[in-house]
């Protein structure tokens, strides 16, 4: 029987809405961490239980559904993206800023089916922004439709990127090389502390483009699906079409912008691959 996206759709909004309240009960003070790939890359309870809960729900009503998640992932399980429905979960994206409670961490889950992402979902649940989209019906922030913006020129472009969750020194003079181009180049840079929210930034136009190296599937899975239905392009950092397990990212309002950025970038091909 095919799958039902809606039913699909209506489950995993339950479900993140209880992953919200959960990590928004928990927002304030330090939390306890445990330092995962680098000694600036956290696991906390919370990014623990969230992944259950959402684990759990799915599977309780879909038990032939697949997941890549984050923490089943660093703790050993191989990520594996087959035609399969798979889930692809970030429980807490931003863990850095929930350890501090600097409030830009999100919850941020993918379906994709036959490899296209049909639902993503990227919840921030202290600001309270829920960007949501389904393929093909548009993007939205807490219900209403959002637009990227119309920028073309790198030169006018608000750009937002991370440092990443690795010290090693061949990618972090990449990163700062970049950094230094961008800053020279742009209107300006940010960065959230989240990926994903960091991408949605350019759905909602408040930024113009959005790229990392070293990122994971679970952190482009959702933002990626948002970014294109709020009408911005997603590709490889190169040019060319993305790879959501490159653990390379570029997504702009526009491809011209898309293209200047390409031609600015000192690439970076992160090993291993997700
Ligand atoms: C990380 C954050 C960080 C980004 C890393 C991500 P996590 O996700 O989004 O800002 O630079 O690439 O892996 O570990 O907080 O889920």
């Known amino acids: 029987m095919a799958l039902n996206l809606d039913d699909c759709y209506e489950l995993v909004m339950k479900l993140v809405d209880q992953a919200g309240e959960l990590i928004s009960s928990r927002n304030s003070g330090r939390k306890d961490f445990v330092e995962k790939s680098s000694n600036i890359d956290f696991v906390t309870e919370t990014d623990q239980q969230v992944e259950k809960l959402l684990m759990d729900g799915i599977s309780e009503k879909y038990p032939d559904h697949k997941f890549i998640g984050e923490e089943e992932t660093s703790e050993g399980k191989k990520a594996e993206l087959t035609d399969a429905p798979t889930w692809i979960i970030d429980p807490v994206d931003g863990t850095m800023n929930f350890v501090h409670s600097f409030p830009h961490s999100c919850v941020s889950i993918g379906l994709l089916v036959n490899k296209i992402a049909e639902i993503g979902i990227v919840f921030n649940p202290v600001m309270k922004q829920k960007f949501t989209a389904r393929r093909g019906q548009g993007a939205f922030l807490n219900g209403n439709p959002i637009r990227v913006s119309s920028e073309t020129k790198l030169s006018k472009a608000l750009i937002t990127t991370e440092f990443g969750t690795s010290r090693e020194e061949d990618k972090t003079k990449v990163v700062l090389e970049n950094i230094g181009k961008l800053v020279r180049a742009a209107h300006g840079l940010r960065a959230l502390g989240s990926a994903a929210l960091n991408i949605c930034s350019v759905a909602l136009g408040g ?27 997603c590709i490889d950092p190169a040019g060319g079409p993305l790879d959501i397990m490159s653990r390379r990212f570029l997504c702009a309002s526009t491809q011209e912008l898309a293209n200047e950025v390409v031609a600015t970038l000192t690439q970076f091909y992160p090993q291993p691959r997700d």
């Not at 959005?210 to 392009?233: N, Q, T």
């Open 207 to 233: 930024a113009d483009a959005s790229y990392e190296f070293g990122l994971h599937a679970w952190d482009i899975a959702a933002a990626d699906l948002v970014v294109r239905e709020a009408g911005g392009v």
